[in-house]
């Protein structure tokens, strides 16, 4: 339930009055309803970067289902909605409002989607829907290269992503990186500008892809790509294009949300061969699927190892189990946790799924900001105003974006005050009672008294003579936000 006076109750009636105001002007009408729709739907995340960044393998980890085709297919090549539904659909839109069924197929071990007649170039986008979990609250939008060699490809991502004179079909964004390119810069700039709109970038998170690729597979491969990630932060964040960079191998990641007892018996087995014959295999994949190694497993299991897995993720598999890893939860658990799935799911739960209604009403306020903008009307011109400010309220981004500051900056203040500055800005949740640290049963009166509490106590950090400027603006930032509850809760 939205409070009544939500940012996002407050959207949904700016646009019902324009609604009212323009119901006899059908073009102006559609593109207000299509305010009001995506108001009641659920957030939509994008995943964008370059080609081979690794999308669509990260997207089937962030679902923990092979729902997404890896292969270099013509479908790689559309813009691709995943929303949760009853059973497996996907269909074809063409020709602005033509659509056709897809077949969905198996082969190798991967999903295919066989547009059967229709070609790439003719769709203009496909949609998926997939009984899972994790698509409820949240429709995934994938997204070709940005740097395909076909500039009409990459052309499907800009015109979602940063259209002219309309607001982003995004209101997240989850770009991958292989490297921080000027391309790369160039397009997160552009990606900024139309999410956040003169907010800046609000909803932008950073992956670095492949994550194990970058220490060559070796078994400290993750430590090498959080260095690159922190690097990229920092620079990222010296501009403003981004809000966290997390390092995530997604094969890995995926692999083992769907690790097979089968795979954790034939890691067993690898575990107890001589440690000098599986060093040798795994110098490369050829040669670990070789039929004539003289590993414990045949060589089908273990080409379909290295298909899954990766040469890091088997090396990692095997030294977990080594080191007491002894059933299949445990180690799918441990290579999830390694693999950097987890922590890049915190932070899109921090970044986006706790601010979803806020980021859905900025996107909506965006767009009606932008269909008022050009209309002469009175009934435009006195809404515009309204929207204006709720547009200016930014608070709730200020937040955002200090807690992807404080991922690599951290505040000068003593253990315990960061901790409860980190909770108070929403870094824990964004209800009252936890960004006051007080259990759910607190009554309305307890939180009263700990906000007025907050408020004094981060006013006065703020305004201490000695404290560096960040740390002073993330004190004055948590006071705001102690404002905030107040107002909340008066």
Known sequence: MNAPGSTLEQARALVASARNAFAGDPDVRRQLDACAYRLDQPLRVALAGSLKAGKSTLLNALVGQDVAPTDATECTRVVTWYRNGPTPTVTAWYDRDRSANVLVQRREGGLTFDLGAL???????????????????????????????????????LDLLTPDRAASGADAVVYLLRSLSATDVAFLRQIGSHVGAESGPLGVVGVVSRADEVGAGRIDAMLSAKEMASRFATELERTGLCQAVVPVAGLLAFAARTLRQSEFAAFQALAQAPVDDLSVALLSADRFARPDSPLPVDAQTRASLVRRFGLFGIRLAVTLIRLGANDSPTLAAQLVERSGLDELRGVID????QRAEQLKAHSALVALDRVLADRPERAAVELLPQVGRLLSDVHGFAELRLLGRLRTTPVKLPGEESAELHRLIGGLGVAPHVRLGLPESASSREMQSEAVVAVRKWRTRASHPLLDQFTAKACGTAARSAEGILGLLY
Do not use: H, N
């Open 119 to 157: 070609t790439a170039a003719q769709v203009d986008r496909l949609e998926v829907e997939w009984p899972a979990s994790a698509l409820a609250e949240t429709t995934v939008i994938d997204t070709p290269g940005t740097s395909s060699l076909s500039r009409d490809v990459s052309a499907r991502t």
């Open 350 to 353: 921090v970044q986006f799924g």
